[in-house]
């Protein structure tokens, strides 16, 4: 039985495949140590009793460029021949879930270190708690976009990895051999 045509076409180059899950495995780790890493409370679980703005506005800055690199990757996927097949599609969607999660995790963290500057300003203890409480939830709240992020990540990986498994079925498309011949 021969193979579909159009199916070989749509086969991405084995090499092709494995570079964009390097790529996506590399951004994937960093989204995951940075939330893992980037923390806000003290060994106590409290917020600290002077946050550290430079710290807390740095981690806004990190999740910007973390986001600019899956926005990237999700454009070069997207502009790609290979983002069409049934398999690049599937990918297309986690990497657009993915760009999407890692766009909000920026301003939360923003938020988190605007209210760490006010909060040196603030002498009524009502007010402190409220800002403190905001400031727990931004925190959490990016942390949680970039857990998130770095899960449509892997389900982009996932699908790849499945679709590699294919490539061993199916023999790379040769291109026609020039006739010696010409007529």
Do not use: C
Not at 55 to 61: E, N
Not at 115 to 122: D, E, H, N
Not at 139 to 160: G, P, Q
């Amino acid at each position: 039985m021969p193979i579909n045509p159009d199916f070989q076409r749509e086969l991405m180059p084995h090499s092709e495949t494995l570079r964009l899950i390097g790529a996506l495995d590399v951004v994937k780790t960093k989204l995951s140590q940075a939330a893992q890493q980037w923390q806000l409370l003290d060994n106590t679980g409290r917020v600290p009793a002077s946050p550290p703005y430079a710290a807390l506005i740095q981690h806004a800055a990190d999740a910007q460029t973390l986001s600019r690199d899956v926005m990237d990757l999700t454009t070069a996927w997207a502009r790609s021949a290979h983002s069409t097949s049934r398999v690049g599609s599937a990918v297309l969607t986690h990497l657009a879930t993915a760009a999407t999660l890692s766009a909000f995790a920026a301003p939360h963290f923003a938020e988190t270190a605007e209210t760490a500057f006010s909060l040196a300003r603030s002498r009524n203890p009502t007010d402190r708690q409220y800002a403190e409480n905001r400031m727990v939830i931004d925190h959490a709240t990016a942390r949680a976009y970039l857990r998130r992020t770095s899960e449509a990540l892997r389900d982009a990986v996932k699908e790849l990895d499945r679709y590699l498994d294919l490539h061993r079925f199916f023999p790379a498309p040769v291109p026609p051999k020039p006739s010696p011949h010409r007529l």
